[in-house]
């Protein structure tokens, strides 16, 4: 009987096919095996070399992943070398086999376990969703503990929807494009790198889906829509037919909205904006470059600090930030400072547990504090600047004195570069991002000191409405189109033009094509947003005139609820745009 599932959506995109269900959960229930105190040595000597192997198959995929998706996704298997390399870990199994005479399988099964229990009980999100890294490590050495495979997704021979209970980024980045169709997990969230994975590769994906790994078995036919994160197993014919047109109306819209590639963002009576791309990877530039993006909005360079052992130096990181300025020279490229804490971390930075970590030690308020840190890589950003068109821009931004503060460390790194006769762009744009209702309301007073906004709906919603971004509970009142919100959004626009700088919007919003033509009539000049989502956001604003969204506009703002604005929105689109807005 046909069985409908809804999760959260990651990666975008139709796919119908046949499920292949991964067991990895029962990996590690290994039954107690008993040995003779003669025989320890012998299950010790197993253990190390079950951890040699893997060290081994380790660097061999990390070569492999480097050379098919790049460093940035490669340095995840320097962490996963590193939890092979964790003494008290080893040391308790040892430990273990020696004290209760056991097999090395079931003594690296009990500790393991201990490990994702400990992980899966820590409070921060991103520390929590490290518990995928272990349990990866982990198979790989009982794999080879065991000498056996267990449902490899090496030489699949025919086209497959992967549902596992989670899969481990590294399990992601090796999934062969052309034979896994989909994939679908019982837990996970939008920040994981498994998330992040399925979009660089562009695999339809939808997580935090339960129980589906246990009630679904290998042959199932299922569909999985990685638009509304719907999951349906044994669709009826209906359901088959129905979403089989969909997928027809995707790939034509699609190859239709790949013909308006190099056709600017621009409305039916001549008025231009600018679209742009969100990275997190500098190998996410050749999709920026395939889906005509005219610049890179919001290079969020976290991403960069994390899964690794240290901060990366200022050599590092110029040569990372090098690559994105030249590939996109003469187009500009907006390098955000580093936005750490909220809900990213570096676990080897040693940055206290807050009560309210989003309204904490976070991003520009860290970087204050932390000079050495944030010279740097304002010291990298810098000597960048010469290959290209390069922007920086302050994250979480709150009043007036910290574009100062920040700027003075700007101009130290300036003169330190100067003094060592290091090349860098003198005249460099700096500009903020609107996150913060302070900022937004005082955006009058802020854009003397910015060459330009960026708004940040995600973390101005959150802060606005008092809704913690990530917390499901209160997912219902996170409302982009909250009357606050557009007023705020509104005000914000009204002050950038009075103030002759040109305003952005890099928030999730942006990538909405309704709310993308509801912000055009406020005025906004760019849009940035992933990849994927600029021709149809391009599309929506070449089907409408500049006039009509104004008016569309001014009716949304006079509307009391954000429920009211959300129909009108879409009831607006389905006559702007009917093939994108039909059910
Ligand atoms: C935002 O807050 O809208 C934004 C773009 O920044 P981030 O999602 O990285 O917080
Ligand atoms: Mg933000």
Known sequence: MMKRYHGIPVSPGVAMGKALVLHSEDFF??????????????????????????????????????????????DIFSAHLLILEDRTLIEDVISKIKEEKVGAEYAFSLIIQRYFRAFSQIQDEYLRERVADIRDVGRRVMQNLLGKEKDSLIGLKE????????LAPTETAMMDREHVIAFVTDIGGPTS?????????????????DTVSTDIVTGNQIIVDGHRGILIVEPDLATIENYSQQERRFVQLVSELDKLKSLPAETLDGHRIRLEANIEFPDEIPSVLAHGAEGIGLYRTEYFYMNRRDLPNEQEQYEAYRIVVEKLAPSPVIIRTLDLGGDKFLSFLDMPQEMNPFMGWRAIRFCLSEVEIFKTQLRAILRASVHGNLKVMYPMVSNVQEIRRANEILEQAKQELRNEQ???????????????????ITSDILSKEAKFFSIGTNDLIQYSLAVDRINPKIAYLYEPTHP????????????????????????????????????????????SMSPFALPTVKKAIRSVSFKDAQDFAKKATELTTGEEIKHFVKSRMKTILPELFEE
């Open 29 to 74: 229930a290994v039954p107690k095996s008993q040995v003779g105190t003669e025989d320890i040595p012998r299950e010790v000597v197993r253990f190390e070399e079950a951890l040699t192997k893997t060290r081994a198959d380790l660097v061999r995929i990390r070569k492999n992943i480097a050379n098919k998706l790049g460093h940035e996704h490669s």
């Open 159 to 166: 086209k497959v929807i992967v549902v596992a209970h989670d």
């Open 193 to 209: 790198h498994t998330a992040i994975m399925a979009r660089s590769l562009e695999i339809p994906a939808v997580v935090g889906l």
């Open 422 to 440: 290091i090349a860098f762009d003198n005249q460099i744009d700096v500009g903020i991002m609107i996150e913060i209702p302070s900022a937004a």
């Open 484 to 527: 606050a919100i557009i007023r705020l959004i509104r005000q914000v626009i009204e002050n950038s033009k009075a103030a002759q700088i040109p305003t952005s919007v890099c928030g999730e919003m942006a990538a909405d094509p309704g709310m993308a033509v509801l912000l055009l009539g406020l005025g906004i000049d760019e849009l």
